[in-house]
């Protein structure tokens, strides 16, 4: 049904916003994945996100790279300029856009196969760079553009649908953002929007290097026994850490949870990440113990979901570089160019 | 014995060196020191891919006339590597000299008998004067300077300023290089003569800088507005980043807050760097990365994404001997085609082509403004004899009523307006669509950039008359190109002739000299430099109006010429190839012997030019 113009017109009761806007004033064209395509359920989660925390569609940047996960932003958020850009390339370009102007919020989009392959390291070094951004990788180990090849996040012993068993060992993108210095860490599963949807709102707002990892199972070639990221796997195999309510505006909420079992983080721009604790003893702030943790569980086969490590106080890579407050491309010819005097100057310093 | 040449203010110095020993100080010391007397110098570093050990050469031209190219020849040779003694003292011109450590005796073999021979016992000198390790491989070299102050009749306090200044955050270090100074001249007064060499005071600098091309593209980067530059280093093109950087914290604080304005980040690869070019071109920023021949290659695939889907960003291609690694700290202009057609598909981009220092400033600049204008990619191709070397030019010029052109950008007022935004919609007829940034507008404006095939209002489409109209909006604006970019610069020869020659870039000092000779021989020959591609009409005009016309390029597969003919259906026949690819910079006497015996005129120097 992909050729179907998405109608425009909706319910005039539909709940609005804060700024007015319906949850149908962040949606896209009409995706033209496969019917129960996990990366769906992640758009429909990046819509609900973005409407509940009153973002203006148009101050968001979304970027992506090439595969199927790439293609998603076109579903989502009309209203936003996007740039599709290419294979395995988001993270520099997304990193260029954002030194270009500091006061958009930048989603980048990406793919297993996108990230953890022929992207890696721009991957690793965005991480490391600590650029502004919300970066999810839809995740279902596997290329599904070119029909079911194992991609790098393959869990080693998985079987592809043709059942060839994969030998080599599986990338956790998440331990690696972890390493590599990401300031917000989060997993979830495409199937648990209650999950998902919170961790999204909580890494649009992070200031940082915000990433999601997304189990997000391929319908088409990655559904199968024998699979780790089948929806049966990871729901069986899933354990969460914390369940997340993210808060604007710094609501006195805390009465809700009972004592000991919330941890509340500030972030920079005023919202408050709520963590109601599942597992006893995770510390989410904890980036060594978090690491510690995340590896323990894999060894006895259990998919670690929720926030798993958010620092507060982090720092981006403007503050890094010590940038001007007013975005790059909005500088006056009288901000950049120093004109004939000082050029005069340099050129009797070079006699 | 033959006689010992005899110049004034016009000779070629040529210091062989081993790289890390201190020497490139001196070197600069004793070209600033000529340049103060107000005689006109070229200087030309050749040096190894290494930090420590290698050879170095740094080849001085001084020349009354002005002439800024190599000429060919060494009149002087200072030989201070044991390793490349044969050969230096093979290329020394008959009738020259030979300045060397004579601290320990050599056999007569290793010298000439048509050379004069001139030994100063640099280390013994400098080993009598100090003890600490540290001072004696530093000071030899200021020794050495002080014995070739009085050889060749250098104004002894000019050198001297130039130790104070260099030394002025160090003025402890003054004294002791003076002192190494007058050893070295004192040595050179009390047993040897002045060489036949001679530098006398002149007029011939005039307000004329000396700087290198790549510090000149920097600083045109800085006025022409650039804000992101994201790179990776690699030679010859490291400095130009650094250039920017210390630029950039002298003229781009905010005189309040101090915080910068503009962000410079050393990117993990050329792909990552052009990826934020190109990220932060479509979000509205002036972009540009550095880069050479291999750096280019890296990024084809962002090239064709940022003609494709219409990205204005910069790239200044610093080229090296190639293919491959090549030859990673020699010269070439060898990316041309590379860079013309670069990336998969059908794809052709804007070439700026500087002939030194003073046009890598200009075009360094405008070179944004071309980018913003035709929304593309815009190379700048430098070179490593232009970029790394410092050159002789006239000062930088900047008019304070110039605007920074942004091109066809649409703004959040024309969107409420009611203007109907097609991202690839042809409008005017130059092939230019509007674009708009992210963020224009809450409701209008927005679009899905992609390098996938799409129609005028940026929806993907795969028909093929909507795929072809666009490619050929894309032939439409190159047209366009063809009208912006800087004219070809036409040189007529005294008398009607029916030969042309075409040269570019780093070529053009030694070519003015050539032109010059040729010219006193009689032999004339109309010239155009090129300064661009696409290429203006003037360029195929020129051809048209000549029977024979000589190409003159450094690499091997005579790019430019590959271009001409592509690119304006010309007779193969008519261009005629004269190449130089073996590193070093083009020399004039290379090219007016080739042009000369093209024209048919008989010249013994001919052969094996280039080979030297």
Redesign the interface.
């Given at each position: 049904m992909t050729y179907i113009v998405k109608p425009q017109f909706h319910h005039p009761s539909l709940p609005t916003n804060k700024l007015g806007f319906t949850r149908r004033d962040y949606e896209g064209r009409v995706s033209t994945l496969c019917a129960g395509c996990g990366h769906d359920s992640i758009s429909a989660a990046i819509v609900q996100a973005c409407f509940e925390i009153d973002l203006e569609p148009h101050r968001l940047a979304k970027l992506s790279g090439i595969g199927c996960s790439s293609k998603t932003p076109d579903y989502f958020l009309s209203a936003s300029h996007g740039f599709n850009t290419v294979h395995g390339r988001m993270p520099s370009v997304l990193t260029g856009a954002n030194l270009a102007n500091r006061e958009l919020i930048y989603l980048g989009v990406s793919g297993d196969g996108d990230s953890a392959s022929i992207g890696l390291g721009q991957f690793a070094h965005a991480m490391r760079r600590g650029v502004n951004m919300a970066y999810i990788v839809e995740n279902n180990g596997v290329y599904g553009l070119t029909k079911g090849q194992f991609s790098a996040t393959a869990d080693k012993g998985s079987k592809s649908k043709k059942g060839a068993v994969n030998s080599d060992s599986g990338i956790d993108l998440v331990a690696m953002a972890l390493q590599l210095g990401a300031t917000f860490v989060g997993r979830s599963f495409s199937g648990d929007k209650d999950q998902l949807v919170p961790l999204i709102k909580a890494a649009l707002t992070h200031k940082g290097a915000a990433f999601i990892d997304v189990l997000s199972p391929c319908v088409a070639f990655n559904n199968h026994k024998g699979s780790t990221k089948s929806f049966d796997w990871v729901r069986e195999h899933n354990e969460a850490v914390n369940r997340l309510d993210v808060i604007l505006g710094r609501a006195p909420v805390t009465a809700a949870y009972p004592p000991g079992s919330l941890v509340e983080v500030a972030q920079h721009d005023g919202s408050v990440l709520m963590l109601r604790k599942v597992a006893r003893d995770y510390d989410a702030t904890d980036r060594v113990k978090a690491m510690a943790y995340l590896h323990e569980r894999e060894a006895v086969g259990e998919i670690v979901t929720g926030l798993l490590y958010v620092e507060a106080e982090s720092e981006d890579l403007h503050d890094a570089l010590a940038t001007v407050a007013k975005p790059l491309n909005a500088l006056s010819d009288a901000e950049l160019v120093p004109g004939a005097a000082a050029l005069d100057r340099i050129n009797a310093a070079l006699r | 014995m033959t006689r010992p040449t005899a110049a004034v203010n016009d000779f070629v110095v040529k210091f062989a060196n081993v790289n890390g020993s201190g020497s490139a100080s001196a070197n600069g010391l004793f070209v600033k020191a000529i340049?103060r007397m107000g005689v006109a110098v070229a200087a030309r570093n050749i040096f190894p891919s290494n930090i420590q050990g290698l050879p170095t050469w740094y080849e001085i031209r001084v020349s009354g006339h002005g002439w800024l190219g190599r000429r060919g020849g060494v009149d002087l040779m200072v030989a201070l590597n044991p390793q490349t003694w044969d050969r230096d003292v093979a290329e020394i011109d008959t009738g020259g000299y030979l300045f060397y450590d004579s601290t320990k005796p050599m056999p007569a073999s290793k010298f000439r008998e048509d050379i004069t021979v001139v030994g100063v016992p640099l280390t013994a000198l400098c080993n009598a004067a100090y003890v600490e390790p540290s001072k004696r491989k530093v000071m030899k070299n200021i020794i050495c300077l002080g014995a070739l102050t009085f050889l060749l009749g250098i104004e002894q306090d000019v050198v001297e300023a130039l130790l104070a200044e260099e030394y002025a955050s160090k003025p402890a270090m003054i004294p002791a290089n003076i002192e190494a100074l007058h050893i070295g001249f004192d040595h050179a007064k009390q047993n040897l003569k002045p060489l036949g060499l001679q530098l006398k005071r002149a007029d011939a600098v005039g307000?004329?800088?000396?700087?290198d091309g790549n510090t000149a593209a920097a600083?045109g980067a800085?006025?022409g507005?650039a804000?992101?530059c994201?790179w990776y280093p690699i030679t010859p093109s490291t400095s130009l980043a650094e250039a920017f950087t210390e630029y950039c914290r002298k003229?781009?604080h905010?005189p309040e807050?101090?915080?910068?304005?503009?962000?410079?980040?050393q990117?993990?690869?050329e792909?990552?760097?052009?990826?934020?070019?190109?990220?932060?071109?479509?979000?509205?920023?002036r972009?540009f990365t550095c880069t050479s021949g291999p750096g280019v290659s890296l990024m084809q695939?962002?090239i064709g994404?940022s003609y494709f889907a219409e990205i204005p960003a910069v790239i200044f291609d610093v080229q090296r001997g190639g293919p491959s690694t090549g030859m990673p700290t020699r010269t070439q202009q060898s990316d041309i085609l590379s860079a013309a057609y670069a990336s998969h598909g059908d794809t052709k981009h804007v070439l700026l082509l500087p002939e030194g220092p003073g046009e890598c400033f200009e075009m360094g600049a405008s070179a944004f403004d071309l980018a913003d204008r035709l929304q593309t990619m815009v190379f700048v191709m430098l070179d490593l004899d232009m970029g790394m070397n410092e050159w002789l030019v006239e000062?930088?010029?900047?008019?304070?009523s110039?605007?920074?052109d942004h091109g066809k950008v649409m703004t959040a007022e024309m969107l409420e307006a009611g203007a109907d935004f097609g991202r690839y919609k042809d409008v005017d007829g130059d092939g230019i669509p509007y674009r708009?940034?992210?963020?224009?507008?809450?409701?209008k404006g927005?679009?899905?950039?992609?390098?996938?095939s799409r129609d005028p209002y940026a929806r993907?489409s795969e028909e093929g008359a909507v795929y072809v109209d666009n490619m050929e909006r894309l032939l439409r604006k190159f047209d366009t190109a063809r009208t912006l970019v800087p004219a070809p610069i036409l040189r007529k020869a005294r008398e009607r002739t029916s030969y042309g020659v075409i040269y570019y870039g780093s070529t053009s000092p030694a070519m003015d000299e050539a032109l010059a000779g040729l010219e006193a021989r009689g032999l004339n020959v109309d010239a155009l430099r090129v300064r661009a591609f696409p290429f203006p009409g003037e360029v195929f005009e020129f051809i048209a109006h000549h029977e024979l016309v000589f190409v003159v390029e450094q690499n091997r597969d005579a790019q430019l010429r590959t271009l001409l003919i592509n690119e304006g259906g010309v007779d193969p026949a008519r261009l005629v190839k004269v190449l130089n690819y073996d590193g070093s910079p083009i020399t004039a006497r290379f090219i007016q012997a080739e042009l000369a015996r093209g024209m048919g005129a008989v010249d013994a120097n001919a052969a094996g030019e280039m080979a030297q």
């Open positions: - | 340049l307000d004329r800088i000396f700087v600083l800085v006025y507005g804000t992101v994201a003229l781009r905010d807050t101090g915080q910068a304005r503009y962000a410079i980040v990117a993990e690869d792909i990552a760097s052009i990826g934020m070019v190109v990220g932060a071109g479509w979000n509205g920023a972009a695939e962002f994404l000062p930088f010029r900047w008019d304070d110039r605007c920074l708009t940034l992210p963020a224009t507008h809450p409701s927005a679009y899905f950039t992609r390098g996938t993907y």
